[in-house]
């Protein structure tokens, strides 16, 4: 027994060891190691596929009615990874990497403004054979939700909306204070330093990230500076409020926002309760800007719990 035990203190020992070690001597290389077993844990592949020009990368698993989930700015697909194994059970989860980011293309010269980006994720759908589908998005991606709701009534069938952005009636958050100051986006990142203020920034507790990897994401972040700048801009300045979009909209929609959101500010979710018939809020605290990465099972249960209860009202009626 003795042996027993010390044999599993030396595996519980040398395997973080070992791990930590293959990172510092191959850091992008174990890095997508890691996430490559974060996405088989919750069931998800990574795909690829080409649309209207741009290759469109994307994660996808389980069955069930199609729930496309679009990330917010500067991020990726893997932001859904971790809410993903709560989902995949009950839907077939679709998650993308917008055109300029992520593994998908990111041609200088494209546009990348709200009306740029609804008909791209539009034609992804198709492509892939999605006639309706239900859509959630974080951010960016929560507004890009919101209008394919507005511009594609016949394809969606229900929208996830987690701190959307470009809710302009809100009050001032953080960022926008830090914007309307003159200081730097605080989103964007040029130095290591600069992308460890960006996690502290968009999460009330900021998730275990390993040193290696917290570097690799940094240097992405970095090299991915200039476009990220110029999209911030299209989307903060050449793009319509959200209020505009969808008042009166009927399309049943759940809004998730982290009370300690420093990005967006929390008081966005009446804005848009008050304009949406058929909407629900849930302000979630102790949270941040990223509810699906901070608390995934939570979220995932209330989105859950959400989807019954439509389902449900749709069967009384």
């Keep these: 027994m003795r042996k ?7 595996i519980a020992i040398a395997v973080p060891l070992g791990f930590t070690l293959a990172g510092w001597v191959n850091p992008e290389g174990t890095a997508q190691f890691t996430v490559d077993l974060e996405r088989k844990g919750a069931g998800l592949e990574a795909k690829s596929i080409a649309v209207n020009g741009f290759q469109i990368h994307y994660l996808e698993g389980g069955t069930g009615e199609p729930l496309l989930m679009i990330h917010g700015f500067g991020a990726n697909k893997d932001n859904w990874t ?9 839907y077939r989860v679709i998650a993308l990497d917008l055109p300029g980011f992520g593994d998908s293309s990111k041609p200088v010269e494209a546009g990348y403004r709200y009306a740029d980006q609804l008909p791209r994720i539009q034609a992804f759908a198709e492509a892939l054979g999605l006639k309706q589908y239900h859509v959630a998005g974080n951010s960016m991606g929560g507004y890009f939700a ?21 809710v302009d009636g809100a009050e001032p958050s953080e960022m926008g204070r830090r914007i309307a100051a003159g200081e730097p986006v605080p989103l964007l990142a040029q130095t290591p330093a600069e992308f460890d203020q960006i996690i502290d920034f968009v999460f009330a507790d900021p998730p275990y990230l390993p040193g290696f ?3 690799v994401l940094a240097e992405r972040a970095i090299a991915a500076y200039p476009l990220n700048r110029r999209i911030f801009g299209q989307i903060h300045k050449e793009s319509p409020a959200l209020e505009s ?3 009166g909209l009927r ?6 926002w982290g009370e300690l959101d420093r990005v967006l500010h929390v008081s966005g979710a ?37 989807r019954r209860s439509q389902a449900q009202a749709a069967g009384a009626s």
Excluded: C, F
Aim: proline content about 9%.
């Design 270 to 306: 009446e804005v848009l309760d008050k304009l949406l018939p058929n909407a629900e809020v849930i302000r979630m605290p102790e949270v941040g800007h990223l509810p699906m990465v901070e608390a995934p099972r939570q979220s995932a249960e209330d989105y859950l719990g959400w």
């Design 213 to 215: 990897y917290r570097g």
């Design 251 to 256: 399309t049943p929609m759940l809004i998730s």
């Design 245 to 247: 979009e969808v008042a």
């Design 82 to 90: 971790r809410i993903g194994r709560y989902l995949t059970p009950h």
């Design 146 to 166: 919101a209008g394919l709701a507005r511009h594609y009534p016949n394809s969606v069938q229900s929208a996830w909306l987690l701190a959307p952005a470009r």
């Design 4 to 10: 027993l035990l010390l044999g599993l203190l030396l």
